[in-house]
T-cell receptor, first 110, second 113 residues
Framework: KQEVTQIPAALSVPEGENLVLNCSFTDSAIYNLQWFRQDPGKGLTSLLLIQSSQREQTSGRLNASLDKSSGRSTLYIAASQPGDSATYLCAVSNDYKLSFGAGTTVTVRA | DTAVSQTPKYLVTQMGNDKSIKCEQNLGHDTMYWYKQDSKKFLKIMFSYNNKELIINETVPNRFSPKSPDKAHLNLHINSLELGDSAVYFC????????????FGPGTRLTVL
């Protein structure tokens, strides 16, 4: 059974600081790994999808790395802004389903 | 245009009642999902349908019955509601059944009193 852990559970940083969010998973036989953003009372928005054969994926200020063999992924958000405040969820795809971590709640202080 | 929509957004009901949540996607995707997010914020897959056929059923009590009248709709019917069913239920869709980006609806907050 796939287990996904996200550390830290919460993070508060001043505006402009870089963010580093960690995700680990127990079963390395994954198809891909996705990072999502969830705003309070809203659904999830997909940020990045990294295929199992890839090492990293970039979109604007976001960069996600994947080390499948060690079961780790890291999401970097450069030059954080107050609008980045949200919960960030990591999810790994095994077979036909996604397994989610509990998320890291980020607060960026203006 | 909303890609994945759910109704209702909020649902408050008494224990023992039967209720339904509707989901529609206008993305032309072949696969749809139901997830449950509990009070600790863990999201867990409940069901997945691909081309109207059930492909995932994650040990969910049989009081929960998904119904897919067509590829664009996946409804969730819950019988004999219990306090522990209180959660936020999310619908999602993707083009492929495996390894594809999933698009989520806004969620339905179910409260059972």
């Amino acid at each position: 059974k796939q287990e996904v852990t996200q550390i830290p559970a919460a993070l508060s940083v001043p505006e402009g600081e870089n963010l580093v969010l960690n995700c680990s998973f127990t079963d390395s036989a994954i198809y891909n790994l996705q990072w999502f953003r969830q705003d309070p009372g809203k659904g999830l928005t997909s940020l990045l999808l990294i295929q199992s054969s890839q090492r990293e994926q970039t979109s604007g200020r976001l960069n996600a790395s994947l080390d499948k063999s060690s079961g780790r992924s890291t999401l970097y958000i450069a030059a954080s802004q107050p609008g980045d405040s949200a919960t960030y969820l990591c999810a790994v795809s095994n077979d036909y389903k996604l397994s989610f971590g509990a998320g890291t709640t980020v607060t960026v202080r203006a | 245009d909303t890609a994945v929509s759910q109704t209702p957004k909020y649902l408050v009901t008494q224990m023992g009642n039967d209720k339904s949540i509707k989901c529609e996607q206008n993305l032309g995707h072949d696969t749809m999902y139901w997830y449950k997010q509990d009070s600790k914020k863990f999201l867990k897959i409940m069901f997945s349908y691909n081309n109207k056929e059930l492909i995932i059923n994650e040990t969910v009590p049989n009081r929960f019955s998904p119904k897919s009248p067509d590829k664009a709709h996946l409804n969730l019917h819950i019988n004999s509601l219990e306090l522990g069913d209180s959660a936020v239920y999310f619908c999602a869709s993707s083009q492929l059944a495996r390894g594809d980006t999933q698009y989520f609806g806004p969620g339905t907050r179910l409260t059972v009193l």
